[in-house]
């Protein structure tokens, strides 16, 4: 693994889910400032230089981080698990389909419960299979599910659109989701 990625795994464990890790507080909307990460991190034996922080953000194939117009401030754009934090991200109008990458092992918990959030705030959903596909490959051979997500927002379901371009939902329920077949 090289330094940028060892850095931006830090970095989002501290900004998605273990704030405290670093002995940082973040504010509702899951911003933090930068000195404060830097030294945080510092203090649990992970040196990053403002450089190397911009670098990552900067370079991140996903954009999982954002940083406030001035550059003092950081998020992650989406996917926490610590309690309190709300992006505040306005409702959008969802394309017809999106797409969900998960594993195999997980079809028939899915199949009876839909998607939900787990330990995350939010389902995240991708707008093409690609994307999808990466994700659901971080868990093995990927299976694609296809959301109807114009017949869930007709039906009252919320979505939201991370500033990295991840959809996401409170939950999928089962009747809105569709294994896609393997290739």
């Avoid at 940028?4 to 900004?15: D, F, M, P």
């Avoid at 000195?35 to 510092?42: K, N, P, S, T, V």
């Avoid at 954009?63 to 698990?81: E, P, T, W």
Wanted: glycine share 8%; proline share 5%.
């Amino acid at each position: 693994m090289d330094e940028l990625t060892t850095l931006s795994k830090a970095i989002s464990r501290v900004l998605r889910h273990r704030p405290d890790a670093a002995g940082v507080m973040l504010d509702k909307e899951g911003w933090c400032r930068v000195d404060e990460l830097l030294a945080g991190l510092a203090r649990a034996g992970t040196v990053v230089s403002v450089e190397q922080l911009r670098e990552v953000v900067r370079t991140s194939d996903k954009r999982r981080f954002a940083l406030s117009d001035d550059g003092q401030l950081i998020r992650a754009n989406q996917g926490h698990s610590v309690q309190g934090v709300t992006l505040r991200l306005p409702a959008r109008t969802p394309p017809s389909r999106l797409f969900h990458g998960t594993a195999a092992a997980s079809l028939s918990s899915i199949a009876k419960q839909g998607l939900l959030p787990m330990r995350r705030h939010h389902v995240h959903l991708s707008p093409d299979v690609a994307t999808a596909t990466a994700v659901g490959a971080r868990r093995g051979k990927p299976v694609i599910l296809e959301i109807d997500a114009a017949s869930m927002h007709r039906a009252g379901h919320k979505f939201m659109l991370s500033d990295n371009g991840v959809w996401l939902v409170d939950a999928v329920p089962p009747q809105y989701i569709r294994a896609m077949p393997t290739r």
